[in-house]
C-alpha cells in the first residue's frame, strides 16, 4: 500500500510540474515584455509557426516535444491576412516566403495581436532562452536557425 501511495503522489508532482512548465514561456514572456497573456500566444505561436514551416518534421518535433502547449499558441497566432492593405498585402507581394516574406508575415502577425514590429526581436531571445533551459543547446539552435532572416 505505501509503495501505491509512493507512486500516486510520484504521479502527481509531475503532472504538477508539467502544469507549471507548461504556463513557463507564456510567463516569462508576460513577465519580461509587459504583454497580455493572448499577445504572449499569439507572439510565440507566429515564432513556432514559422520554425514549423522552416524546418523538417523530425527537427520541429524536437522543438514542440520540450515546450508544452505549443499546439494552442501556435493556434493562438493570428494568420496574415493577405487580402487586406497594410503589413499583410506587404507578405502576400513577397510570397510569404523567403526571409523577407517570412518578416513580414511575422509582423503581419504581431501587428494583429496589437503589437508592433520591433517587438519580434524581443520575442526571439525569450524563446531562445527557454528553449534552451528546457531542451538544451540542440533545439535552442534549431530554433535559432529556423528564425534567421
Same mark, same amino acid.
Given at each position: 500500500?505505501?509503495?501505491?501511495?509512493?507512486?500516486?503522489?510520484?504521479?502527481?508532482?509531475?503532472?504538477?510540474?508539467?502544469?507549471?512548465?507548461?504556463?513557463?514561456?507564456?510567463?516569462?514572456?508576460?513577465?519580461?515584455?509587459?504583454?497580455?497573456?493572448?499577445?504572449?500566444?499569439?507572439?510565440?505561436?507566429?515564432?513556432?509557426?514559422?520554425?514549423?514551416?522552416?524546418?523538417?518534421?523530425?527537427?520541429?518535433?524536437?522543438?514542440?516535444?520540450?515546450?508544452?502547449?505549443?499546439?494552442?499558441?501556435?493556434?493562438?497566432?493570428?494568420?496574415?491576412?493577405?487580402?487586406?492593405?497594410?503589413?499583410?498585402?506587404?507578405?502576400?507581394?513577397?510570397?510569404?516566403?523567403?526571409?523577407?516574406?517570412?518578416?513580414?508575415?511575422?509582423?503581419?502577425?504581431?501587428?494583429?495581436?496589437?503589437?508592433?514590429?520591433?517587438?519580434?526581436?524581443?520575442?526571439?531571445?525569450?524563446?531562445?532562452?527557454?528553449?534552451?533551459?528546457?531542451?538544451?543547446?540542440?533545439?535552442?539552435? #534549431? #530554433?535559432?536557425?529556423?528564425?534567421? #532572416?
Amino acid at each position: 500500500m505505501e509503495v501505491f501511495r509512493n507512486l500516486a503522489l510520484s504521479l502527481l508532482l509531475l503532472l504538477a510540474s508539467s502544469a507549471v512548465s507548461a504556463s513557463g514561456l507564456l510567463d516569462a514572456l508576460t513577465s519580461q515584455l509587459g504583454v497580455t497573456s493572448e499577445q504572449a500566444a499569439g507572439g510565440a505561436g507566429s515564432l513556432f509557426n514559422l520554425a514549423k514551416s522552416s524546418l523538417a518534421p523530425s527537427d520541429f518535433s524536437q522543438i514542440a516535444s520540450v515546450v508544452p502547449g505549443i499546439d494552442s499558441m501556435m493556434s493562438a497566432a493570428p494568420v496574415a491576412d493577405k487580402a487586406s492593405g497594410g503589413v499583410g498585402a506587404v507578405a502576400s507581394m513577397l510570397g510569404g516566403e523567403g526571409s523577407l516574406g517570412n518578416l513580414a508575415n511575422l509582423a503581419s502577425s504581431f501587428s494583429e495581436l496589437g503589437l508592433s514590429s520591433d517587438m519580434i526581436g524581443k520575442f526571439t531571445p525569450v524563446v531562445l532562452e527557454y528553449l534552451q533551459s528546457a531542451g538544451g543547446d540542440t533545439v535552442m539552435e #534549431m #530554433m535559432k536557425g529556423a528564425l534567421a #532572416m
